[in-house]
């Protein structure tokens, strides 16, 4: 005989109500090429901006990973995370592998400047 919480047969039944069969629309699989239903994923979005900040003209001139996150931040949610530093370097570092992006320190102390080529 169940005891404590569960041990009113009525309270059992609701404990196991639910269903296996999962129809919720993010669990079924969606067709290449088909936009999936729902808001776009927030390291998507990250991405995309850092992307148009990497490719306007701000890059011309060195600039700092701080300078590269506000400037990002700007067009995110207010109620979202802002882009950090940490955020941009990541991205960034696929760009300096492939040679689109010229990284420097200029002295001991201070970060890491990034220019477009």
Do not use: C
Request: proline share 7%; charged share 30%.
């Amino acid at each position: 005989m169940p005891r404590g919480r569960n041990a009113n047969p009525s309270r059992r039944r609701y404990k196991y109500a639910t269903s296996l069969e999962k129809n919720a629309f993010w669990t079924k699989p969606v067709a290449e090429g088909v936009k999936k239903p729902g808001p776009k994923k927030r390291h998507l979005v990250y991405k995309e901006y850092i992307d148009e900040v990497l490719n306007s003209p701000f890059l011309d001139v060195w600039r700092t990973g701080n300078e590269i996150a506000t400037q990002a931040t700007k067009k995110v949610s207010k109620y979202w995370t802002p882009i950090s530093v940490y955020v941009v370097s990541n991205y960034i570092r696929i760009y300096v592998k492939e040679g689109k992006i010229l990284k420097r320190k200029p002295n001991t102390i201070s970060n890491y400047e990034y220019k477009r080529v």
